[in-house]
């Protein structure tokens, strides 16, 4: 248990005591005209992809992104899966 915040699970404080080590997020899931430009594009594959990044950085860095609309909700379920508080974990 995290002394800081009371996560259950990791909180994203840096063990040095700081965040200056980030990831950074950068993904969408392609829809309307832009999906016809990436017809390989998989909206399932992108999930787990967004998924295991999410769940590698949480309490080792905090994840930075653009709070993309499709990916938003990727992040906060990884987030509360594992019992994280979302706003200490990433930076939109």
Not at 13 to 25: A, K, Q, R, V, Y
Request: proline share 8%.
């Amino acid at each position: 248990m995290c002394e800081a915040c009371g996560s259950r699970s990791y909180c994203g404080t840096s063990p040095h005591g700081d965040n200056d080590e980030c990831g950074f997020l950068s993904a969408s899931v392609p829809y309307g005209s832009r999906a016809e430009q990436f017809p390989k594009a998989d909206p399932y594959l992108i999930k787990v992809a967004v998924r295991a990044f999410v769940v590698t950085c949480l309490g080792r860095r905090r994840i930075v992104w653009g709070a993309h609309p499709a990916i938003t909700p990727m992040v906060w379920a990884a987030a509360d899966d594992l019992e994280v508080q979302y706003p200490s974990v990433v930076h939109l």
